[in-house]
């Protein structure tokens, strides 16, 4: 697969790319734009010593820096891909060092919030074109990343009115050459769709992972044992970072809640039509849901493997 | 992976197997008995000449009968592997021409109204071990079977009150001989632990997916191809058979709705949670289901591989 990520570019993007937080997504941006040469010199920023050296020893930056005033200095990309509610605290502290020219983008899974906690810390002449990249794994930390996590994964673009068109084009060549397929959207719009597509599913994975658990207790017997194909998905999405997760539901609260609304509305006909034994019903749902799931394998975006997640198990 | 199905058995341990209804479970017990050396003799019964035809083609079976009193002749065992709703009424077909000693399984994924539909028309002399293997892909019919489909999953047999402990044991045999760990239990106990394990988790993947696919049409926009991690999990699971999963829905109805009231009530705090900003709270449940999702990876019924279904960006 790393094969597909193509020949590097022959001169960067962006002279110097400052990442702020170097976990899954930041060190994969990292990896990725050097081996791409997307970027002339990656900094790294993160609270965390133990993170600096690691990532040092990893080799996907050339320096790591404790003081976010010494990262950005002269940055001409800065990313923040820390934990959607800690932007705001990290734009206030770095907006004063931003150069004149230097254009500001983040990673957050919720993009409203993000707008209104980061911009008003950013100085004139200093841009800003939020993005999320719809790629991840339930793994954390640098040593999770890996420099083909973009490739052929979305990244929507989510420009506040007024930005710079220039400074969104150069946005998106950046992420288009490591990997991704770049979509601009209005944040609100990203917020709501993001929500049905990934944060409600996650909040119903925490759920019923949850339930499972306490019917365990209650029982004094094993459940979760048992886990079949559809448990097993369940068990890994809820498995995704903690902060992470608490952080988009408090900070794409309405969008959510609207989202919730209408799946609980949909459970409630489903619930009614097992209660009242209507077959032709669910066996109608059913057939659509697949149908689904084959436009999806068809738009590339997943494969047709019957794999369950037991990659050791498929194609046998 | 094959591999590690071990050698063949020395003798079979059925001479006769029929297996009657040859999907993605059938062809796949027929493929890993043959492997195994398991049954002297496959016979296959399918209503679908398209079927029985491609059963032999594939060469899973030695016969293939369309009448159901030719395949169980002189069968020392018996499967059914039709959907739940139609067990009744094989056996009821089939009943008349079992020899005496012949031991009829099935592999539903619901157990108490299978033996309520199936054990009626079995004459005396024939026994009744239920069994459940719990394992699957999204895939169906008899070229998305494959013989390590079972290796390593459980198999669950709910033999009725009063059951042959030496009937017991022989199915016990032949599931591990083809690679299944083996558990007993009630047949009301497996159906409460799979309705929360592998039904609700089911209901929930068909609508969410049918609830975001309302979306899209609605906003007349594009929501699905957006899909990240959490959504396509929920797409693949969304993807599965729907005649079997109507009729287990349908005959597990009980269970469901219990389990279902559970998941309810406890969505209904996690979103109460959200609506009040309790970010204490919804981190605690977040690391709690991460701690259990270890715990299925330690007990080897899962790996921990990142891949979110992406068989193709996995340890990059």
Redo the contacts between chains.
């Keep these: 697969?790393?094969d597909r990520m193509g020949p590097a570019l022959s001169e960067p993007i962006f002279n110097r790319v400052t990442i702020i937080g170097l976990g899954l997504i930041g060190s994969s941006i990292a990896r990725a734009a050097r081996r791409m040469n997307a970027a002339g010199e990656i900094v790294a920023a993160d609270a965390s010593e133990a993170v600096r050296a690691r990532v040092l020893e990893l080799g996907v930056a050339d320096r790591a820096e404790a003081s976010l005033a010494d990262a950005v200095k002269d940055a001409d990309l800065v990313v923040l891909c820390v934990p959607v509610g800690a932007n705001g605290a990290v734009a206030e502290a770095m907006g004063p060092h931003l150069k004149p020219g230097c254009i500001v983008s983040d990673v957050g899974s919720v993009k409203s919030a993000v707008v209104a906690a980061v911009a008003p810390h950013l100085p004139a002449g200093v841009g800003f074109v939020p993005a999320h990249p719809?790629?991840?794994?339930?793994?954390s930390g640098p040593d999770?990343g890996?420099?083909?996590?973009f490739?052929g994964r979305?990244c929507?673009l989510t420009p506040p009115e007024g930005a710079d068109p220039e400074h969104v084009a150069k946005v998106q060549t950046f992420w288009r050459a490591i990997g991704s397929n770049v979509?601009v959207m209005t944040p609100s719009?990203h917020d709501?769709?993001?929500a049905?597509?990934?944060?409600?599913?996650?909040?119903?994975?925490?759920?019923?992972?949850?339930?499972?658990?306490?019917?365990e207790e209650v029982?004094q017997?094993e459940?979760?044992?048992?886990?079949?194909?559809?448990?097993?998905?369940?068990?890994?999405?809820?498995?995704?970072d903690?902060?992470m997760?608490?952080?988009i539901?408090?900070h794409n609260?309405d969008a959510?809640?609207e989202?919730?609304g209408?799946?609980?509305e949909?459970?409630a006909a489903?619930?009614r039509?097992?209660?009242w034994?209507d077959?032709d019903g669910?066996?109608e749902?059913?057939?659509?849901?697949?149908a689904?799931?084959?436009?999806?394998i068809e738009?590339g975006?997943?494969?047709a493997?019957?794999?369950?997640?037991?990659?050791?198990?498929?194609?046998?």
Tied chains: 1, 2.
């Design positions: 697969m790393s719809v790629a991840g794994t339930e793994h999770a890996f420099a083909a996590l490739l979305w929507i979509e719009h709501l769709v993001l049905i597509t990934s944060h409600v599913p996650h909040l119903i994975a925490y759920n019923i992972v949850g339930t499972a658990a306490d019917l029982t017997s459940v979760i044992k048992f886990s079949a194909g559809g448990f097993r998905d369940f068990t890994r999405i809820a498995a995704s903690p902060t997760w608490r952080d539901f408090l609260k959510v809640l989202m919730l209408r799946f609980n949909d459970l489903l619930q039509m097992i209660r034994g077959g669910l066996f749902l059913f057939t659509r849901t697949r689904i799931r084959r436009g999806i738009q975006q997943e494969t493997a019957p794999d369950f997640g037991r990659r050791d198990a498929a194609g046998q």
